[in-house]
Nanobody
Framework: QVQLVESGGGLVQPGGSLELSCAASGFTFRRYSVQWYRQTPRKEREFVATISGDGGTASIINSVKGRFTISRDNGKNTVYLQMTSLRTEDTGVYYC?????WGQGTQVTVSS
């Protein structure tokens, strides 16, 4: 059974940092690129970042470039999203995705 389980969300003040994790199981993890999306109060689900199966290629949207970093550890079947200099507009539910599979999401709230 395929599972993607996000964790690491929470409440943080503007300027703070969080690291999200996406733990995968039930498929050959290294063969798939993995994406992070977010659902914010103002927008439909928005693509944030992607990383290739071997971790050699990654891309990220302009609005978080320089603040967010995507990485993966294929030995742990886990993808990470390191988020720094967080802003209130980064608030939302963050989801990871691989192929047609989705996790349940983790809430990130940036507020003073």
């Amino acid at each position: 059974q395929v599972q993607l389980v996000e964790s690491g969300g929470g409440l943080v003040q503007p300027g703070g940092s969080l690291e999200l994790s996406c733990a995968a199981s039930g498929f050959t993890f290294r063969r798939y690129s993995v994406q992070w999306y977010r659902q914010t109060p103002r927008k439909e689900r928005e693509f944030v970042a992607t990383i290739s199966g071997d971790g050699g290629t990654a891309s990220i949207i302009n609005s978080v470039k320089g603040r967010f970093t995507i990485s993966r550890d294929n030995g742990k079947n886990t993808v990470y999203l390191q988020m720094t200099s967080l802003r209130t507009e980064d608030t939302g539910v963050y989801y990871c995705n691989a192929n047609e599979w989705w996790g349940q999401g983790t809430q990130v709230t940036v507020s003073s």
